[in-house]
C-alpha cells in the first residue's frame, strides 16, 4: 500500500478466448492460470484491492472460489476487438470510491515476480 493512495489491481480473465477456450482457469502447477495473478497481487505491498473482470460465470466461480472479487463485465467489452482500457475503466466505474493508480495483471502472464 502506498501511503495515502488507493491501488487497484484489475485481472481481465475472458471465458471467450478463440484458441483456448477457459485457458483462464486451466490448471497449471496445481493452481488456476489466474490465480497466479492473484498471488502475485495479494503479495504487493502497493495493492489495495483485487478484482477479476470476467463476462463467464465459470471464470467468476474460480475467482470467488480463491477469494477474489468479481466485476461481471459486459458482452461488449469481452470480444476480440474490446480494448484493456474500456475494461479496466468498466472494473473503475463499479466501485463507490475511486483509486489513485490501477495495475493490469493479464493472467496469461503468470511468471512474473511481486517485485
Known amino acids: 500500500m502506498i501511503e495515502g493512495l488507493k491501488v487497484l489491481a484489475v485481472i481481465p480473465a475472458r ?3 478463440k484458441g483456448l477456450k477457459h485457458k483462464n482457469i486451466r490448471m497449471v502447477a ?7 495473478s492473484v498471488k502475485v497481487a495479494r503479495q504487493s505491498r502497493f495493492v489495495d484491492d483485487i478484482v477479476v473482470s470476467t463476462e463467464d ?3 467468476a466461480g474460480v475467482a470467488r472460489g480463491i477469494g477474489c472479487s468479481v466485476v461481471e463485465r459486459p458482452e461488449e467489452y469481452a470480444t476480440d476487438d474490446a480494448k484493456i482500457e474500456q475494461v479496466a475503466l468498466h472494473a473503475l466505474s463499479v466501485f463507490d470510491f475511486a483509486y489513485d493508480y490501477v495495475v493490469i ?3 496469461t502472464c ?4 511481486v517485485s
Open 15 to 17: 471465458g471467450g478466448s
Open 30 to 36: 496445481g493452481v488456476p492460470l489466474l490465480g497466479w
Open 57 to 59: 460465470s465459470s471464470i
Open 105 to 107: 495483471l493479464q493472467p
Open 110 to 113: 503468470p511468471m512474473r515476480r
